[in-house]
């Protein structure tokens, strides 16, 4: 539920200093063992602060639990969005300790920092192997259903905490920072250091499959000027040079959007929405979304062409892009497992049913009943 709601709804201050580091986040400790003394006695309710001194009480009780307790400056409790002072992409960390305190990444343990309502950093380390960098974009897979010692799946992942947060990023168009550990960028093992990459846009979202169970898998994009391509970085590193650290601009690989095509499929349609036929006219005239049914990029490589695009009104593309909306092999929409309509063809527009297979796929993967 998040932190401020959390608090809000059991009535906590929040601690100043003092968390209980619990799966990669901060809780405030007194509030959570409050909140837990709570539910494990009802009768007696939420245990008064007044019992605690300072933060050795609260040490004893979390570690009796196996948590941990870690002290933060007061300054560094609160959420951070966006660029963190004094620090530009390419800056170099020794572990993940450093990029802690310096703000980066408000974890040592998780790959994401961030809870439901949106993500802060994310970090790339060697486990995550479902990871991929291409130009300035990254294929990442989103938190849990792993096993902590192979790294295989075993578990559906779940739209939670920052996995959700994540899609808060997408909704809002907000940053997230992407640190990276060397050895992911170059393959060698030897490479322990953590590089600060710069900020990144989530541009897509959607199911997947690995191992049999259900994952999440993010398109995240480089945002021009605030950040370094990871590519470029790697080969840099690969090649023995330093990093540039001072802000540039990143050309290669950048997926150019061919906006003549997706032009040429909503003059097809006179700007009309195939699912809802809503027409859509602003004072600069008609307007309608060229929608990719299979997106573009890794990990989904859909291409750019009118085979692939849908003419949707801005509606129906927020729904078909956040999974809402699938179509049937026979052509009608499903919003939700819900029927919604049927999908308009002109019969000058092919569309490639392998894509539009593929968009039902990534937005309703099934995984494997649980054992
Ligand atoms: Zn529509």
């Known amino acids: 539920m998040g932190r401020e709601a959390f608090l809000r709804q059991h009535e906590q201050r929040p601690s100043a200093r003092y968390f209980a580091a619990v799966d990669g986040l901060h809780i405030d400790s007194k509030p959570l063992l409050s909140v837990a003394y709570g539910y494990q006695y009802p009768d007696r309710g939420p245990l008064s602060?007044?019992?605690?001194?300072?933060?050795?009480?609260?040490?004893?009780?979390?570690?009796?639990?196996?948590?941990?307790?870690?002290?933060?400056?007061?300054?560094?409790?609160?959420?951070?969005?966006?660029?963190?002072?004094?620090?530009?992409?390419?800056t170099a960390f020794e572990d993940r300790r450093e990029a802690y305190e310096a703000g980066v990444h408000r974890t040592t343990q998780a790959g994401i920092a961030g809870q439901a309502d949106g993500t802060q950093s994310i970090c790339l380390s060697d486990g995550y192997s479902d990871d991929r960098i291409q130009g300035d974009l990254i294929s990442y897979t989103g938190f849990g259903g792993r096993d902590a010692n192979t790294g295989r799946h075993i578990a559906d992942q779940q739209l939670v905490k920052g996995n959700l947060g994540l899609i808060e990023n997408y909704k809002l168009g907000r940053p997230v920072r992407i640190l990276v550990k060397e050895s992911v960028l170059t393959s060698k093992k030897s490479d322990t250091e953590y590089i600060y990459l710069g900020l990144f846009?989530?541009?897509?979202?959607?199911?997947?499959?690995?191992?049999?169970?259900?994952?999440?898998?993010?398109?995240?994009?480089?945002?021009?000027?605030?950040?370094?391509?990871?590519?470029?970085?790697?080969?840099?590193?690969?090649?023995?040079?330093?990093?540039?650290?001072?802000?540039?601009?990143?050309?290669?690989?950048?997926?150019?959007?061919?906006?003549?095509?997706?032009?040429s499929v909503k003059r097809l349609y006179d700007n009309?929405?195939?699912?809802?036929?809503?027409?859509?006219?602003?004072?600069?005239?008609?307007?309608?979304?060229?929608?990719?049914?299979?997106?573009?990029?890794?990990?989904?490589?859909?291409?750019?062409?009118?085979?692939?695009?849908?003419?949707?009104?801005?509606?129906?593309?927020?729904?078909?892009?956040?999974?809402?909306?699938?179509?049937?092999?026979?052509?009608?929409?499903?919003?939700?497992?819900?029927?919604?309509?049927?999908?308009?063809?002109?019969?000058?527009?092919?569309?490639?049913?392998?894509?539009?297979?593929?968009?039902?796929?990534?937005?309703?993967?099934?995984?494997?009943?649980?054992?």
């Open 272 to 371: 009309s929405c195939q699912i809802c036929s809503t027409r859509l006219v602003t004072a600069a005239g008609p307007y309608s979304e060229g929608a990719h049914i299979r997106p573009l990029g890794i990990p989904h490589n859909g291409p750019d062409t009118m085979e692939n695009i849908l003419c949707l009104c801005p509606n129906c593309h927020t729904l078909f892009d956040g999974h809402a909306l699938t179509i049937q092999s026979d052509g009608t929409v499903v919003n939700l497992g819900e029927p919604f309509g049927t999908l308009m063809v002109d019969p000058e527009h092919r569309l490639n049913a392998d894509h539009i297979a593929y968009q039902k796929k990534i937005s309703t993967a099934k995984s494997h009943p649980a054992t």
């Open 49 to 90: 602060v007044r019992y605690f001194s300072g933060g050795a009480e609260a040490r004893r009780a979390l570690s009796r639990f196996g948590y941990e307790l870690v002290e933060l400056p007061p300054e560094s409790t609160s959420v951070v969005y966006g660029e963190v002072p004094d620090c530009p992409p390419g």
């Open 201 to 263: 846009t989530v541009t897509s979202w959607s199911w997947g499959i690995r191992d049999g169970w259900k994952i999440l898998i993010y398109q995240l994009r480089a945002v021009s000027g605030e950040s370094l391509a990871p590519e470029e970085v790697a080969a840099a590193l690969v090649r023995g040079e330093d990093i540039p650290t001072q802000r540039r601009r990143s050309n290669i690989n950048r997926i150019v959007r061919n906006y003549d095509v997706a032009a």
